[in-house]
């Protein structure tokens, strides 16, 4: 019996070991059948090198993820390579064009339970100075998931996985992102046409089809399909982080938030840290540079023209950028800034995110715009794109005959070249970092402005960053060089440059901001380095002034509109009747806005520790009133009925709602005495012609609108509206034409 039950045991143990063999060989076999299938591929595959290994077949593709670069941060941008074709397209659409460029977007891949995960990074805490969490906190909020990949196999350097479909997808690979900016639908196809490799990056171009819809995001498809060739970039991110440098009051930088925390503590301090490029002295440079020696930055600025840039036009556009060099030199930088012709080689393509463009538009958007792509975790300006629009001449032909006076046969290519040089100064301006500062054109006096040695020699503006056309005060007789009536890179301008770009090296970014804020306060003593980034009610710093009492400069502009108001209807030149009656209506509307901020308005004034802030003067306000009064009011009936119909009701809405501007403040000139003042204005007005009656009615429509709504948040400017209408209703008692008969009872109705 023994020897029966050894023999049983003996056979079921053979059948288990025989049983285990066979699973270990059929284990071993699939491990062979993938790696002939793996050898299949690769020996069929195209192998295209660069920072992931790619092996495409047909339209399958994979990616060999490097272990080395688990974890590390990426930034993904999207460029429009060819736009679509259109049967409609806004003539203000800003992006849909080739070269423009979106995002970038912080991506970082990580390897979790057997499976490869792409997450997207949308907040950043440095925590390099805290000594207490550690990488606790070095996130505010979850990566968000975008992809997860299962590992098909490995390679010495990395991880296989099939990426076929999720490049065909829209989400993170087509415009879907930015739809509403170029007014696009829902995708519907997709597919990759190529993979470039870079060291440094990987590039996916594709063509995808959309639905198209109107640039609102309410609308539905109106059936049009649009077609579009783009290149996504993905692009690996410094390892090591630049320095920041904290956000100052005293100069304008554009900025992101930043968060961090303090040595020992385990607070989240959250700060403001300013946009800008990496320019650092090489370690064999440090000692020459605290000589005070120039020395060239250790990975310099190169800005690329598109070749599709019109020939003639290029000189200024490289002008324009290399003109910087000279204030990167105040920061101790030689050849910090270079505008280069880009190559015709195939490295230099639009859709390299590690190369910064000047790209030519061929649309009717009468603009130009820079835009700086940014590493959200330091501020570091990663690449830039600068956009310049055909139509920009039809604007800056309109700013020349509207400002100067003169006729369109005298806007030769020299002077279109050196208004486009401007423009594109301004916006190098804003892809290094700057933000508008539009105290710049408050720098001169008005006889500065018209002094032709003094122009010639210091310019007319402490900075390019303003908005400042031409130099409108210049009359014929002041003899003044056109090349002297356009604006110039100012002091401000250096005075930026230098305080975002001066390299420390050795100290800490607390450390620097501490030595900057002194220095900058010290500075903005002196009127060419003010800064002010919006103007609001204050009147030296509104864009589209000029000098230090635009008053006075908008009356002598307006002796130029005077001019060609005898000629409003011409058609010989380059611009149209349409364009040369919207380029004086612009400007007439910037003169009146000009006097409007002096209303209620009020002004900086810069002490030795602090700046405090004192409303406007009585008479400079009073002249204000007398500005519009002379140049609306009583001059509107000469001008086209359509344009003083407009201007005329606007302009009186403005006047009374200013009233609110005078409430709560220690003022010398009173909401009382505003009140007053302007009701006499409109008692004097003669209700004997049209443009008279129209301005009275519409100053009862304003008044009476305003009583009906302001007058719980505004009693005592009511009560003195109120006043203002039963002087005027005694005055015109007796009064038996039917303007006012009607007049009186348009009020008693209202009234009750």
């Not at 499976?115 to 907040?123: A, G, N, T």
Request: proline residues 3%; neutral net charge.
């Amino acid at each position: 019996m023994s020897m029966l039950l050894n023999k049983k045991q003996l056979f079921f143990r053979g059948l288990f070991r025989s049983r285990k063999i066979l699973s270990w060989l059929k284990k071993i076999c699939w491990i062979l059948f993938f790696l002939l299938c793996m050898i299949k591929l690769y020996a069929q595959s195209e192998v295209i090198p660069g920072l992931f290994t790619t092996y495409q077949q047909d339209e399958r593709i994979l990616w060999v993820i490097p272990d080395s670069l688990l974890g590390r941060d990426m930034s993904l941008t999207t460029t429009i390579l060819e736009g679509a074709g259109r049967k409609k397209k806004s003539a203000d659409a800003k992006f849909g064009y080739q070269g423009d460029r979106f995002g970038p977007r912080i991506l970082r891949w990580e390897e979790e339970k057997e499976r490869i995960i792409l997450k997207e990074i949308r907040s950043y805490v440095d925590t390099s100075g805290s000594y207490s969490l550690g990488s606790l906190l070095s996130e505010r909020e979850m990566p968000l998931t975008l992809q997860e990949f299962e590992i098909l196999g490995c390679e010495k350097t990395g991880k296989i996985i099939d990426v076929t479909e999720w490049l065909r997808d829209g989400k993170l690979w087509g415009l879907q992102p930015f739809s509403f900016l170029i007014g696009i639908g829902s995708e519907r196809e997709g597919r990759v046409t190529a993979i470039l490799g870079t060291p440094e990056s990987v590039i996916v171009r594709s063509e995808r089809i959309y639905e198209a819809v109107e640039r609102t995001p309410a609308t539905s498809a109106n059936g049009e399909v649009t077609r579009w060739k783009l290149g996504c970039c993905l692009r690996l991110l410094p390892r090591h982080l630049m320095q920041v440098r904290y956000a100052s009051s005293g100069v304008g930088y554009f900025t992101v938030p930043y968060a961090h925390m303090e040595p020992g503590s385990c607070q989240v301090i959250s700060d403001r840290v300013v946009k800008r490029w990496r320019l650092e002295v090489a370690d064999r440079d440090t000692a020459r540079y605290r000589r005070g020696e120039l020395v060239e930055p250790r990975q310099k600025i190169r800005i690329y023209i598109d070749r599709s840039f019109p020939e003639k036009w290029r000189p200024y556009v490289l002008r324009a950028v290399n003109n910087w060099n000279a204030l990167f030199e105040r920061s101790g930088f030689k050849n910090a800034i270079a505008g280069l012709m880009a190559p015709d080689s195939a490295g230099f393509t639009l859709d390299n995110s590690a190369l910064s463009w000047i790209v030519y538009k061929a649309s009717p958007m009468e603009n130009a715009y820079g835009r700086p792509f940014v590493d959200f975790r330091t501020g570091e300006i990663l690449s830039c794109h600068i956009a310049v629009f055909h139509s920009v001449f039809d604007m800056l032909c309109q700013w020349y005959i509207a400002q100067t006076g003169e006729s369109e046969e005298e806007f030769l290519d020299e002077l279109a070249g050196r208004l486009l040089e401007m423009v594109v100064s301004h916006e190098v301006g804003h892809v290094l970092g700057l933000t508008h500062n539009f105290y710049g054109s408050s720098l001169c006096e008005t006889e500065q402005l018209r002094d032709a040695v003094f122009l010639h020699r210091h310019g007319y503006g402490s900075s390019i960053m303003d908005y400042m056309r031409m130099n409108y005060a210049v009359q014929p007789e002041d003899g003044v060089d056109m090349s002297d009536r356009i604006p110039r890179i100012g002091a401000y301008d250096s005075l930026a440059i230098e305080w975002g770009y001066r390299y420390f090296p050795g100290l800490a970014s607390e450390e620097i901001q501490e030595k900057l804020s002194v220095w900058i306060e010290k500075k903005q003593l002196e009127r060419k380095y003010r800064f002010q980034d919006s103007g609001g009610n204050l009147p030296e710093a509104q864009a589209e002034d000029l000098g230090r009492y635009s008053l006075e400069t908008a009356e002598l502009g307006m002796c130029h509109l005077k001019r060609l108001l005898r000629d409003t209807l011409r058609n010989n030149g380059r611009l149209s009747v349409e364009s040369w009656n919207l380029a004086i209506r612009k400007q007439y509307s910037e003169y009146i806005n000009q006097a409007f901020t002096y209303l209620g308005g009020i002004r900086k004034c810069w002490g030795n520790d602090s700046v405090i802030v004192v409303a406007v003067g009585r008479e400079e306000q009073q002249d204000a009133l007398r500005f519009l009064q002379t140049y609306v009011l009583e001059s509107g009936k000469d001008l086209p009925r359509e344009w003083w119909e407009d201007w005329g009701r606007e302009t009186v809405r403005r006047l009374v709602e200013k009233a609110d501007c005078f409430v709560g403040y220690d003022r010398e000139y009173s909401v009382t005495e505003y009140i007053r003042d302007l009701g006499k204005i409109f008692r004097n007005v003669s209700g004997e012609e049209c443009w008279g009656r129209f301005l009275i009615w519409c100053y009862t429509d304003c008044l009476m609108e305003y009583i009906q709504t302001e007058r719980n948040r505004y009693p005592e400017v009511v009560a003195l509206m109120e006043e203002q209408l039963k002087v005027m209703y005694r005055k015109t008692d007796k009064e038996k034409d039917v303007f006012w008969k009607a007049w009186r009872k348009n009020v008693n109705s209202i009234w009750k």
